[in-house]
C-alpha cells in the first residue's frame, strides 16, 4: 500500500490545478442562462434506445399537410394511435405529462386534425375550413391509419379516442375491425343530444344547490338547452352552458380550478405559437363541425367486430355518465370492458394516468402480442 510519502510533490499542483479548473467551470455555469423547462424536459425524454422512435412530422393527408408524432422505446411494441378529442384539443401539449409510461409498452402515435394545432398552422384557414366536415375528418382519419401502418409495418393497431375523438373512433372500427387490434373509448360519446340535456340538468342542479344565483339566471335563460329547433341558438348557447358546466365540473374532478395551462406551457413538444395556432384551431372546428356532431347518435350501434374497452370518469357531465352503461350492456364484440375511474370527470387520461396504464398494459396489451 502506498503511503504519503510516496505521492510525487507535484501532486499539491495538479490538485491545485483541477481545483483551479473546477471553479473556472462553475463559474462558467454559473453564468450560462438555465436551461429552459422544455428543454430539460426534451433532453429526459430524448430516445436512446437503438431501436427507439422519436418522430415528428408533416404528412401529406386528405390533400393537406397534417401533423403526425410517433414516440415509443422499442419498434417492435404495439401501435397505438390516440385521437385528441374538441374537436380542435389536440393532446399534443398534455401528451408528455401522461404519456411516458406507455412508451415502454406501445409505440404511440398523436395526429393533430384537420383544422387543429400544428396542422392548423401548417395550412391556410380559408382553404381549410370549407373541408371540416365529419366525414372528411373520418376519411382523414383512414388515412392516417394506413400511414401509420404501412409506415410502422404493422398490421393491426391500437385505436383510442378521446371525447370527440370517439366519435371517429367508433366510425373507424366499425368500417374497419381489421385494423385494430382493439378500439378504447375515453369519455365515449354515446347520444349527443341526450348528452347536452343532462349535462345541462346537472349543471343547474348544482348552481342550484351552490346558492349561485348568478348562475342559475344564466343557465336558466338558455332554456330550451339544448334547442332542438335551432341549431344556430344552440351554438351561441353552448359557450354559456360550458362556462357553468366546467364550474361544476370543471372536465377535471381532481382540482376544479385546474385546466392544465401550466402543462400546456411547459410542453417540450409545442411552442406558445403553437397554442396560439391551437386556440384558433378549436374556436373555427368548433363552429364549422358543432351542427353535425350535435346531431351524433350511436344508441343504434349495438356490435363490434373488434374488442372494445370504454374507460368512463364517474363524474364526467361533459360526455354524462349516466348514457355510457345501458350502451355498454348492449354492446356485442369478441370482447369488452367497462371501466369506471372514481377521481376523474373527463380527463380520465390526465387525472388517472396510472390507472390508464394499468389497463392498457393488463386488458389491452395482450391482445396485440404475436400479432
Known sequence: MRTLKDIPKRAPLCLLGLGLALTAGLATAEEEAPPTPQAVMREARRSVLPDGIEKAEA????????WISVRGRHRDNPLLLFLHGGPGFTSLPSSYFYQGEWEEFFTVAHWDQRGAGKTHALNAPDKVRPTLTVDRMVADAEEVVGYLRK??????????GHSWGTVLGVKLAQRHPEWFD???GIGQVVD????????YEATLQAARADGNAKAVAELEALAPFPDPKDAARQLVNLPKERRWLSRYESYNWRDRSWHGAEVWRFSPDVTQKDLQARD????ASFVALWGAISQVDFTPV???ACPVFLFHGRHDLTTS????EPW???LQAPSKKLVWFEDSAHMVHEEEPGKVLVRLVQDVLPLTRGK
Do not use: H, S
Not at 404528412?59 to 397534417?66: L, S, T, Y
Not at 398490421?155 to 383510442?160: A, D, G, T, Y
Not at 349527443?192 to 349535462?199: F, M, Q, T, Y
Open 151 to 160: 409506415t410502422y409495418g404493422k398490421k393491426r393497431i391500437v385505436l383510442v
Open 59 to 66: 404528412v401529406r393527408i386528405g390533400g393537406i399537410d397534417q
Open 192 to 199: 349527443v343530444p341526450r348528452n347536452e340535456a343532462l349535462g
Open 328 to 330: 355498454y350492456d348492449a
Open 302 to 304: 349495438k356490435r363490434f
Open 321 to 324: 355518465a349516466r348514457l355510457i
Open 280 to 283: 384558433e384551431g378549436l374556436d
Open 182 to 184: 382493439a378500439y378504447v
